[in-house]
């Protein structure tokens, strides 16, 4: 069992930055790959980025390509998202999720979950 907390999630301009982090309690998350996902209202959960196991390996969303970056400290058990130049449309909970598969975008792939962060972009 592993249960995900996520942090950091707020209300920031657009273009602005914000970083968020998502700790896992259980057992460790060095042993799968981490995700995160978003999902705004009225719309479809929607795959953002991936990190291995260990860290090395990522694969973004094109629509975060660029501006997100995901990284890993296994001894913290943590999983961060900085996202810079933050758009309108980048506004959703944001999700973070483990999974022995990598790179998975599907979300039935990820048993377990975290409870969500907002993020709202404004103009």
């Known amino acids: 069992q592993v249960q995900l907390v996520e942090s950091g999630g707020g209300l920031v301009q657009a273009g602005g930055s914000l970083r968020l982090s998502c700790a896992a309690s259980?057992?460790?998350?060095?042993?799968?790959?981490m995700g995160w996902f978003r999902q705004a209202p009225g719309k479809e959960r929607e795959f953002v980025v991936t990190?291995?196991?260990?860290?090395?390996?990522?694969y973004y969303a094109d629509s975060v390509k660029g501006r997100f970056t995901i990284s890993r400290d296994t001894a913290k058990n943590t999983v961060y998202l900085q996202m810079n130049s933050l758009k309108l449309e980048d506004t959703a909970a944001y999700y973070c999720a483990t999974s022995m598969a990598f790179p998975s975008t599907v979300g039935s792939s990820y048993p377990y979950w975290g409870q969500g962060t907002q993020v709202t972009v404004s103009s």
């Open positions: 259980g057992r460790t998350n060095s042993n799968y790959a």
């Open positions: 990190i291995s196991m260990s860290g090395a390996r990522t």
